[in-house]
T-cell receptor, first 116, second 112 residues
Framework: EAGVAQSPRYKIIEKRQSVAFWCNPI?????LYWYQQILGQGPKLLIQ????????DSQLPKDRFSAERLKGVDSTLKIQPAKLEDSAVYLC??????????????FGPGTRLLVL | GNSVTQMEGPVTLSEEAFLTINCTYT??????LFWYVQYPGEGLQLLLK?????DKGSNKGFEATYRKETTSFHLEKGSVQVSDSAVYFC???????????FGSGTQLTVLP
């Protein structure tokens, strides 16, 4: 079974530029998560999708971050414009169902973003 | 709100040593508790979990017991191997959609 795919793996941009990350979850997984992991910290949830609907985006900085999951499969996370403090690893995860306490989340390798 | 506090790292041990990584949590009610592991160059993987008080999660020789009275979920292994070198994250799941809240991670290095 193929795992969660993410691209690109690395990205370097200058502040105020825009950037987009792509995630392809495990086939059949209804729930998709985007996390931000700043160096030395644990992952922090940005947004959770159930199929193509948003379950929780309370920690997403909506003035600059946006995410979509058209057709309930692939997802894209965008930052526009980027700030220095956005430098982090962006992780995508998926699970069969919505309940994290019952379902294992499977994580992709992440996209490492450096904003100069 | 929910939070997870992990033992500060990094931790360096010799092969076959005993491992304990401390984890305590703050949450209302009865969260589910998890340990995730991140090997070098790989994504996070679930190591073990426990969904109610006194449950013991175990996998690959690692164990952790859900202790409600001390709000703890310490990770233990009796004899570590070089291949156990990784970053370990404690996490809890609580709330209506049960999202994960992670600790800051503990880097473990095992020397031969």
């Amino acid at each position: 079974e193929a795992g969660v795919a993410q691209s690109p793996r690395y990205k370097i941009i200058e502040k105020r530029q825009s950037v987009a990350f792509w995630c392809n979850p495990i086939s059949g997984h209804a729930t998709l998560y985007w996390y931000q992991q700043i160096l030395g910290q644990g992952p922090k949830l940005l947004i959770q999708f159930q199929n193509n609907g948003v379950v929780d985006d309370s920690q997403l900085p909506k003035d600059r971050f946006s995410a979509e999951r058209l057709k309930g499969v692939d997802s894209t996370l965008k930052i526009q414009p980027a700030k220095l403090e956005d430098s982090a690893v962006y992780l995508c995860a998926s699970s069969l169902k919505r309940e994290a306490h019952l379902e294992t989340q499977y994580f992709g390798p992440g996209t490492r973003l450096l904003v100069l | 709100g929910n939070s997870v506090t992990q033992m500060e790292g990094p931790v360096t041990l010799s092969e076959e040593a005993f491992l304990t990584i401390n984890c305590t949590y703050t949450a209302t009610g009865y969260p589910s508790l998890f340990w995730y592991v991140q090997y070098p160059g790989e994504g996070l993987q679930l190591l073990l979990k426990a969904t109610k008080a006194d449950d013991k999660g175990s996998n690959k020789g690692f164990e952790a017991t859900y202790r409600k009275e001390t709000t703890s979920f310490h990770l233990e292994k009796g004899s570590v191997q070089v291949s156990d070198s990784a970053v370990y994250f404690c996490a809890l799941s609580r709330g209506s959609a049960r999202q994960l809240t992670f600790g800051s991670g503990t880097q473990l290095t095992v020397l031969p």
